[in-house]
């Protein structure tokens, strides 16, 4: 067991969003004053990782996000993602087959009630697919029971008004089955929200449950309205389509989302017995509810899953309790739960000798309102936690580059990187003064490509492309850096570099060149 270190800590900063693209045009760190960043491509070694995905688990072509990147990054081994699994267990129709399925099709058969399935319609696959939801509509309409979808539009992990021709292309579908009808529809701004932004939760919850909300003869015409008034797919109001009552006691409800993070309090408020964040707030008495994956532990107690979690064992949080050492988490609320719950590969647990530090997000409606976020609070609790050389490993992140680009504000999105490079500077200065070791990387590119380039519209999706890892005072030890890497690598890499053996179960491969 090791417990004393030579060289501490040894810090992995993730600069979400921040990826490599070389071309200057629409790219806002190319375009923005980081004398750091560009200080560090000089003085440092670096080398080119891949983020998006089978270098992810992600299908072939299909990008990276947050929750996949720091969840192979913390496992140190590629980590199969629930959107391949999910969709071959529809193709091979193994969902049609699980307990939860069948239970709750024989409980809506036996006592006449409707199914409201809800979930992101697009194909964007970071939280959802559309062809997942048709899946589950396909399931109760073969069965015969009446059918509501509850459509939250994307525009994020999407182009921004792409939320019309994916509707229309569900309708397409579900008009070939009987009984089943999109009731609602509103953008993931309310029905996704992950910030504890209740108001906007409960226009959401409204239209869902009765269903209150303006009424719309069709979705297109809904859809068409909204972006009228100049609000595209994400911020959407919840509105009801005609013919939509609400939701009954005695109906089933299935929240179609994988990704757990935006489906939590959409579902606690609507099945947590005593919850109490949103006035006058009908409790409908479900025969069942359920979940594509496991949202929390908590969520557990009031919904069934179709796909529990497959646990990984000897990922990088573990290793480092093993040998009796101290490790910190350090993120704002929008990626918190990215260095805490999905860096230790889905578990809510903290371990023995693990500090969490989670810095208030600014509460703005969009960040390109306050670009900075709460970067300049995350660094100062940073630099203390360095210079306190009271931790072993540090993993934090820095959330500007992707929810400020996810807003499509070019201006924003180079404020927002050049305070993440004051941060970065600040980050260096702290642990040259203690001799650390520094990898400033990223979990997926996002802010380098601002406008589509064909055509010409805001680009807020992430992108497939590479990120740097670039090793800050890391030793004449990692001066040679092998290419080819990907995310999968960047703990390898940390263990090599603290002298500690890395178990067989973690397949990457560190960069450091042998």
């Given at each position: 067991m090791t417990n004393k270190l030579a060289k501490r800590p040894t810090v992995l900063c993730i600069l979400d969003g921040w990826g490599y693209r070389e071309d200057a045009n629409d790219n806002a760190i190319k375009n923005a004053n980081v004398p750091n960043w560009n200080r560090f491509l000089k003085e440092y070694p670096y080398t080119l990782i891949e983020t998006s995905g089978e270098d992810v688990g992600l299908p072939d072509g299909q990008m990276g996000n947050s929750e996949v990147g720091h969840m192979n990054i913390g496992a140190g081994r590629i980590v199969m993602q629930e959107l391949p699994r999910i969709s071959k267990a529809f193709k091979t129709h193994e969902v049609e087959q699980k307990q939860v399925m069948i239970d709750l099709v024989n409980k809506l058969k036996q006592n006449g009630g409707a199914c409201h399935i809800a979930g992101l319609m697009s194909d964007g696959g970071v939280h959802s697919h559309q062809d997942h939801i048709l899946g589950l509509c396909e399931i109760m309409s073969k069965?015969?029971?009446?059918?509501?979808?509850?459509?939250?539009?994307?525009?994020?992990?999407?182009?921004?008004?792409?939320g019309i021709d994916y509707v229309a292309a569900f309708e397409k579908e579900i008009a070939k089955l009987n009984g089943v009808m999109i009731a609602t529809v509103g953008g993931r701004y309310y029905g996704m929200d992950r910030d504890n932004r209740w108001e906007r939760v409960e226009l959401a919850l409204k239209a869902l449950i009765d269903a209150k909300g303006e009424v719309f003869e069709n979705s297109n015409t809904l859809i068409e309205t909204s972006y009228a008034n100049s609000k595209n797919d994400e911020f959407v109001i919840p509105a009801i389509i005609k013919g939509y009552q609400g939701m009954k006691d005695g109906d089933?409800?299935?929240?179609?989302?994988?990704?757990?993070?935006?489906a939590r309090e959409l579902t606690r408020a609507l099945l947590e017995p005593s919850f109490d964040k949103v006035a006058d707030l009908r409790k409908v008495k479900f025969v069942d509810a359920i979940a594509m994956t496991e949202y929390s532990v908590e969520h557990n107690a009031w919904m069934k899953v179709i796909f529990p979690p497959e646990r990984l064992t000897k990922i990088y949080g573990e290793i480092i309790v093993q040998n009796g050492l101290k490790q910190l988490r350090?993120?704002?609320?929008?990626?918190?739960?990215?260095v805490t719950f999905f860096f230790n590969g889905g578990e809510e647990a903290v371990y023995e000798g693990e500090d969490r530090i989670l810095i208030p997000s600014?509460?703005?409606?969009?960040?390109?309102?306050?670009?900075?976020?709460?970067?300049?609070?995350?660094?100062?609790?940073l630099e203390e936690a360095v210079l306190s050389e009271k931790y072993d490993t540090i993993i934090v992140n820095f959330a500007n580059g992707d929810m400020v680009g996810h807003t499509g504000m070019m201006d924003a999105a180079i404020k927002a990187v050049e305070a993440v490079d004051q941060c970065i500077g600040r980050l260096e200065k702290a642990i040259l003064k203690v001799n650390g070791n520094l990898i400033v990387t990223a979990d997926h590119g996002n802010c380098e490509l601002m406008k589509d380039q064909v055509t010409g519209k805001p680009y807020t999706a992430h992108t497939v492309g590479k990120v740097y890892a670039v090793m800050v005072n890391c030793g004449e030890k990692a001066k040679n850096l092998r290419e080819l890497g990907r995310l999968a690598d960047l703990t390898p890499t940390m263990l090599d570099l603290m002298g500690i053996a890395q178990p067989a179960e973690m397949t990457g491969v560190s960069l450091i060149k042998k």
């Open positions: 069965n015969g029971i009446k059918t509501y979808v509850h459509a939250l539009l994307d525009g994020r992990d999407t182009p921004p008004q792409s089933g409800f299935i929240m179609a989302n994988f990704r757990s993070d935006r350090i993120a704002e609320t929008e990626k918190y739960a990215h600014p509460k703005v409606a969009t960040y390109d309102l306050k670009p900075e976020m709460s970067a300049f609070e995350v660094i100062e609790k």
